[in-house]
């Protein structure tokens, strides 16, 4: 190789190294912020993934994503005690871009943290609070928490697993077109409330299950403990399992 076809190979190299950096660098902040502070994450296309880490600071990193990703904004409309980071496109934009989401937290640290998303998939795990998760086209998974949850989505799965629960909040969960599995504490006190049009619901736990006089589908109803939450979860298209964890 001449001297000529290697400036040109090396050049080559740092424009994708160049690219690569700049990609990784669309969006990072730190963020400090006191115990039940509100951390919140809105997307439109593309996942969120939160996970709990031993660091004292919350840090959000968003990567652009797509052919058109430079035409789309990652807002920060944080303040000094919250958290609010938001996704924003061009109007009548039909872009090839999405965003994927990063986010770690302190995992003994306790957040109200709001997550959403349009288009991807939501992952929670290691991490501790009040949260509430929603995915209008993708999968909500919650793994391994310490508090309180509410998952929804209108196509996908819901799969929930808590550690251990705190708190008295209720807690909802929603697919129209997928299962719902919660896996929770032995220990759990609720009212629990359980609805599919077109599904059956699994439970290790002592609930009463109906069949529904017209139609497909099933109820269930009980009390655990002393009941001091609602645990409301309904599935249109899929099947319910509450099951030990």
Do not use: W
Request: hydrophobic fraction near 35%; include cysteine.
């Amino acid at each position: 190789m001449n001297t000529s076809a290697k400036q040109i190979v090396i050049a080559a190299a740092l424009i994708i190294v160049a690219s690569a950096v700049a990609s990784a660098q669309d969006f990072k902040k730190s963020y400090e912020l006191p115990a039940d502070a509100k951390i919140s994450v809105s997307n439109v296309s593309g996942s969120i993934s939160i996970a709990g880490y031993d660091g004292s600071a919350v840090v959000v990193t968003a990567y652009r994503e797509g052919r058109d990703a430079a035409r789309v904004t990652i807002e920060d409309r944080s303040t000094a005690g919250e958290v609010d980071v938001q996704v924003k496109y061009p109007e009548r934009c039909e872009c090839d871009a999405s965003v994927r989401f990063e986010v770690q937290v302190p995992r003994s640290t306790a957040y109200r943290l709001t997550s959403n998303t349009v288009s991807g998939n939501m992952e929670i795990s290691d991490v501790t609070g009040r949260f509430a998760v929603n995915s209008v086209s993708g999968n909500v998974r919650v793994g391994q928490v310490t508090g309180s949850v509410s998952g929804n989505t209108v196509s996908g799965t819901v799969e929930v697993a808590v550690a251990q629960l705190e708190g008295a909040e209720n807690m909802e969960f929603n697919s129209v077109s997928g299962d719902v599995v919660l896996r929770l504490p032995s220990s759990i006190d609720a009212r629990v409330d359980f609805s599919t049009l077109s599904g059956e619901i699994e439970s290790e736990f002592p609930i009463q299950k109906h069949d529904k006089k017209r139609g497909p589908g099933q109820s269930a109803s009980g009390q655990l403990g002393s009941g001091t939450r609602t645990l409301h979860a309904n599935s249109v298209s899929g099947d319910i399992r509450l099951l030990r964890n």
